[in-house]
């Protein structure tokens, strides 16, 4: 089976690279690769074939070289198998040239506090473009109910259709039970704001995890970074979750409006009849006559809070 099927991904053999197995990368550290095997961790270096191609989370790969898992040896990483999707982020909006950070990955989990740190929702828009950019489908995770209520940011996006789980704290086997089964068989890629809760997340949902949990300053409102870099943890039914290191800003440089827009299949219709080059933010804009007419306006104003987000101005 497929990692995302099974906390074993299975590996295949290829005959360019005959008896060589196929790894998944579950961690990357200063050009060290773990790649998970049949029956072992591997510790792999890429391969100098492969010049800049980046190697990230969430790959395929093909290894060669010592293969064991022995401690002290080391692995080839001599081809990276196609990717069935990429989250890319970049530096910042201006900058085109984006980075992918994870690979293979079916869904996308925002994690938003509902308080302490309020909610940052031009975040979760930011994160929602770039899922919808990579195919992967987004999720909400709403932390701390127990300190705000869950109903405004609920509200603002229901119109999407995005699923959203709910939690407070002190956290529960019930609480976590919905999202469990949404997370079970496939690969997960979890993100949010330090100090959302994330890190307390995962360690309910993986509990050896053992990922180091922040605070927020009372002053500024921010969390601590707590974790480094990314890292993919088997969950115990099946599946994977792979966390992120929090971050405060979201570049998409390189996503594109079409792309965007690629994400809402029922206004195309009335897309296709905006001109050539329509930003689709403007008063003169046709899709407010056509969402008016089909009853579609919630979902133009999700659209255009998007399309906003994505080129940094306001909604």
Not at 260 to 289: R, S, T
Request: a neutral charge.
């Amino acid at each position: 089976m497929r990692p995302g099927k099974g906390t074993r991904p299975r590996t295949r053999r290829r005959p360019a690279h005959s008896g060589a197995p196929e790894g998944f990368v579950t961690t990357v550290d200063r050009g060290r690769y773990t790649c998970l095997t049949d029956d072992r961790m591997v510790t792999a270096m890429k391969a100098r074939e492969l010049g800049r191609r980046s190697v990230v989370v969430g790959d395929r790969v093909v290894l060669a070289g010592d293969v064991s898992g022995d401690p002290g040896t080391l692995a080839r990483i001599v081809r990276i198998q196609p990717r069935t999707s990429a989250l890319r982020r970049s530096p910042d909006d201006t900058d085109p040239v984006e980075r992918v950070i994870v690979a293979n990955a079916d869904q996308l989990v925002v994690v938003c506090a509902l308080a302490q740190p309020s909610p940052h929702l031009r975040f979760v828009d930011r994160c929602l473009v770039a899922a919808y950019d990579a195919g992967i489908s987004p999720l909400l995770a709403l932390t701390k109910a127990d300190l705000a209520s869950p109903d405004e940011v609920l509200s603002v996006y229901a119109p999407l259709g995005v699923p959203a789980h709910v939690t407070q704290r002190p956290l529960t086997a019930e609480q976590l039970a919905g999202l469990q089964a949404v997370l079970d068989g496939k690969i997960s890629v979890m993100i949010g704001q330090s100090g959302v809760g994330k890190s307390t997340l995962v360690n309910a949902l993986v509990p050896d995890a053992d990922r180091v949990t922040g605070t927020v300053n009372p002053v500024t409102g921010r969390g601590r970074h707590t974790s480094s870099s990314a890292v993919a943890l088997p969950l115990p039914g099946s599946g994977w979750i792979i966390d992120t290191p929090g971050v405060r800003g979201f570049g998409l440089g390189g996503v594109s409006p079409e792309r965007v827009l690629e994400a809402f299949p029922d206004l195309a219709e009335g897309i296709a009849d905006c001109p050539p080059g329509d930003d689709h933010l403007g008063p003169d804009c046709h899709l407010d006559e056509w969402a008016a007419e089909h009853g579609a306006q919630t979902r133009l104003d999700s659209l255009r809070r998007l399309l906003a987000s994505r080129d940094g101005s306001d909604a």
